[in-house]
């Protein structure tokens, strides 16, 4: 049998000085199925993804130490994996 490698996500950096706070909503049930497109390496005790449903997408934050799980408005795709880009580099928290 195959042993399957561990999967590191890309790290995301500190925020930066001059950072953007984001605005981060309670999950809702908005589509039936949500597809992860990408999501930051399981090392880390914060977990970002990028999520698509329904044509939108949006950035999901799980604290796995707190049990809480936030999500950013939904929006154009493009737009949510550009913000996704900017929270790995520490541009927007």
């Given at each position: ?32 199925w ?31 130490a ?17 913000l ?10």
């Open positions: 049998m195959t042993e399957i490698p561990d999967f590191h996500g890309p790290h995301f950096g500190p925020p930066q000085a001059n950072h953007v706070k984001l605005t981060w909503y309670e999950p809702t049930c908005r589509a039936r949500i597809r992860v497109i990408s999501h930051s390496c399981e090392c880390n005790r914060t977990l970002y993804e990028l999520c698509a449903a329904g044509g939108q997408g949006f950035v999901r934050r799980t604290d796995r707190e049990g809480t799980t936030y999500e950013t408005e939904w929006m154009v795709t493009a737009a949510a994996r550009d996704y880009e900017r929270i790995l580099r520490g541009e927007v928290r």
